[in-house]
């Protein structure tokens, strides 16, 4: 079998199980066979082997199931970045510096985080809370909004207004 019909044979299978063990009906099948093997805990006189089977049977369902569902938050995680990449990229007047921003190293979000959060704190002396606007306007709007407070003149708009 082929690198590519591997993957998509994986990507299938994959996809299915996460869909079925999500189900009501996975987490029921995994209820009853715990009642069962309560039940039949008497009859084995709680032995070591009815005790190892339990163990043995949720690692290896747990150890398999690790890999499933961090394919399926992978893929998940791709798909809501590319359709924020989208909304940055159709957006007028948005920052197309914040396209693909999941490739950045910590150390840099937490810069950008940092910028954002000195933004908010000018935002929050701003009194239309329904304006919106691109890093470069928020901060341009800012500044002339300082200029404006200190010659005393009416501001410009310059950021259009969101419903």
Known sequence: MSQKGFAASFEHFSTAVTKATGSSSAFLLAFLTIIVWLVTGPVFHYSDTWQLIINTST?????????????????????????LNELIAAQDGASNRFLNVEDLSEEELLTLHRYFAVLVEKAKKDTKITASHSVEEAEERHEEKLETQQQGKPQKKVAKSSK
């Open 59 to 83: 690692t290896i369902v747990t150890f398999l199931m690790v890999f499933l569902i961090q394919k399926s938050q992978n893929k998940d995680s791709m798909a809501i970045q590319l359709k």
